[in-house]
């Protein structure tokens, strides 16, 4: 057994049999629908997507919340409990939430409390798939024999060159959740526009483009793909979806026609992000260099 483990978060919107195989430990995540708390843990549990986003499509309300430094504390003490002398954990974006800080807050405490334990934070600067896909590239340099300290080092060295791209097709959620306003949203739903958006060096999110049709984004996603990735190798590549099945199938169909990928999965968008973004949203991503 090794003396570490990694853990991340329910963000990472990757399925249950992915979470397995990693052979990681997820720190669930709050949200509320319709005034319900519910608490969301993709590693032991699957809610029913189609049903989730359409309720979130026909109006019903839907928040997200950071976790309490208790709840990492918590979720700490029962793996020191368990053997393990020191922790990674993979956060969610300190660019779109506490979470981070929260995390920090907890570290600090369980390290006071168990002064041997060694718990580093690491500020992913991502979210969703983008989450999951850097937690599999930092996994499977753990599984190659990496030390603690250089599996900590190579997840500050590659987290920037995650690159994130993604479209939203019903601005309605943009707007109730502030992103847009409610001008914006009626004039891209008339004029059939849909933002495309990425993240930036602080791990926020962004209005790179806006276009017109799903098709023609699907198309562009497939651009920054070949503009951004490395030309030197194989890809493996992460595309998700929120309630658009089809969409995400055919930019899989699309991201393999360009010959420069060896691994693509599709997964779905979870609750703590689908919240934000409603449905259809369709993302991909990739190593490279952000633009």
Known sequence: MRDYIVISDATIDLDKEVIDELDVRIIPMLYYMD????????????????????????????????????IFMDFYEKLIKEGYKKILYLCFSSGLSGNFNSALMGSKEVMEKYPETEIKAIDSLSASIGE?????????????????????????????????????????????????????????????????????????????????????????????????????????????????????????????????????IIQKIGPVIGAHTGSPMCAIVFMGEQE
């Open 35 to 70: 005034n319900k708390e519910y608490l969301y843990n993709p590693s032991v549990e699957s809610i029913d997507h189609e049903e989730f986003y359409r309720k979130v499509n026909a109006g019903v309300p839907v928040s997200t919340s950071q976790n309490p430094p208790t």
């Open 132 to 264: 999951g896909f850097l937690l599999r590239e930092v996994c499977a340099k753990r599984d190659a024999g990496a030390s603690f300290e250089e599996l900590v080092s190579y997840t500050e060295q590659i987290k920037r060159q995650v690159c994130h791209w993604f479209v939203v097709g019903n601005l309605d959620q943009l707007r109730r959740g502030g992103r847009i306003n409610a001008l914006e949203a009626k004039l891209g739903a008339i004029l059939n526009v849909h933002p495309i958006l990425t993240t930036d060096d602080e791990g926020r999110l962004k209005v790179a483009e806006k276009v017109r049709g799903m098709k023609k984004a699907l198309h562009e996603l497939i651009q920054k793909f070949l503009k951004n990735a490395h030309t030197d190798t194989m890809h493996r590549v992460i595309i998700g979806h929120a309630g658009c099945l089809e969409l995400a199938e055919e930019l899989k169909k699309r991201a393999l026609e360009t010959g420069r990928i060896k691994d693509c």
